[in-house]
């Protein structure tokens, strides 16, 4: 229905980002990779894809069309919804996904949260013969700042995580000194919760 958005970003957080399109603001739900790749800058476009829902119109944005396909293969996968499709977008970056199915990597995929055994091997099946063995080059960005653990903190809640949990985790991994970006912090907490 919506192709994708051309406009100012008016709100960028990790987990979605307003769009300004000649004075209407949209909101789109997007993953870390998605995140990460979006400057600041004042203009930007998106891919889209809108989810309709009986409670709700959901509008998920990609940085490339390539991230919006691999997304509508995952979510044609029996028992993997949007949230879970943008949880493993923000887990691991499109090219690490797309390896861990055409190698079969069921320990990979079984780290995600939400994603139990019979699930990945049936992401596996379902996507291997789907998905192009060709590796795309994306380049994360960092976002370094003060508020680089507030804001992993709040994609973190977002997504679903307790609260204290995440909070003890993003503190630990923040005195830690590793990890500065926002991006590192969330795939890590990802991983480690």
């Known amino acids: 229905m919506i192709d994708f958005l051309k406009g ?6 990790p987990n979605r980002i307003v769009i300004d399109v000649n004075g209407v603001g949209y909101n789109l739900n997007i ?18 894809h809108l989810a309709i829902r009986d409670d ?10 390539e991230e919006r396909d691999l997304f ?7 028992g993997i919804g949007a949230s879970t499709a943008q949880l493993i977008l923000s887990s691991m970056n499109p090219t690490e996904v797309r390896q861990a199915i055409v190698s079969e990597n069921v320990n990979a995929i079984k780290a995600i949260k939400g994603i139990g055994q019979k699930t990945a091997q049936r992401l596996i099946i379902d996507l291997k013969d789907k998905v192009s063995g060709v ?3 994306y380049e994360i960005g960092s976002n370094q700042g003060n508020t680089a653990g507030e804001e992993a903190l709040s994609a973190l809640i977002a997504l679903g995580f307790d609260r204290r949990k995440s909070e003890k985790m993003i503190s630990t991994l923040v ?5 500065q970006s926002v991006e590192g912090l969330i795939k890590t907490a990802l991983k480690n919760l």
């Open 8 to 13: 100012r970003l008016a709100a960028k957080h």
């Open 31 to 48: 993953s870390l990779h998605t995140y990460s790749s979006i400057s600041d800058d004042e203009k930007v476009m998106l891919y889209t």
């Open 56 to 65: 709700a119109h959901l509008l998920y944005g990609f940085y490339t069309e």
């Open 72 to 78: 509508l293969k995952l979510i044609s996968v029996s």
């Open 135 to 137: 590796a795309e080059t």
């Open 175 to 179: 005195q830690s000194g590793e990890y």
